[in-house]
């Protein structure tokens, strides 16, 4: 399926950084709950992530992440999830998070 570049900009991604994670053992694949800041514009968004098996709660926080920040919010169990962290998946269809290689300003815009 081929889109047009105006579909591809209507998709926000921008980048935040984790300010806080926790557990989250009501989901129903291992996951965390995240907290995200998006910097002034956006402010500090929630999300739940599937990524346990790469990463502990203790090096998530302060890492840069990329997440859709303009996809309506999704009830998950408890969780009400404002945006969606994004990730590739590794050889076994584990995910890998998606950041930037350099420190950038929070609520950076992907283009």
């Known amino acids: 399926m081929t889109i047009t570049y105006d579909d591809f900009a209507k998709v926000d ?14 989901a129903r694949k291992p996951a965390y709950k995240l ?3 998006f910097g002034p514009e956006i402010g500090e ?3 739940s992530a599937q990524i346990t ?9 302060g890492r840069h992440v990329l997440a ?22 590794d050889a076994d269809g584990e995910v890998v998070l998606i950041a930037p290689s350099q420190d950038v300003p929070l609520g950076g815009q992907m283009f």
């Open 53 to 61: 098996k790469h990463y502990t709660i203790e090096e998530l926080v």
């Open 68 to 89: 859709v920040v303009n996809f309506p919010p999704r009830q998950i169990g408890p969780v009400r999830s404002e945006v969606l962290t994004l990730g590739v998946p």
């Open 35 to 37: 907290w995200i800041d």
């Open 13 to 26: 991604i921008r980048v935040g950084r984790i300010t806080r994670a926790e557990p989250f053992p009501e």
């Open 45 to 47: 968004k929630k999300s």
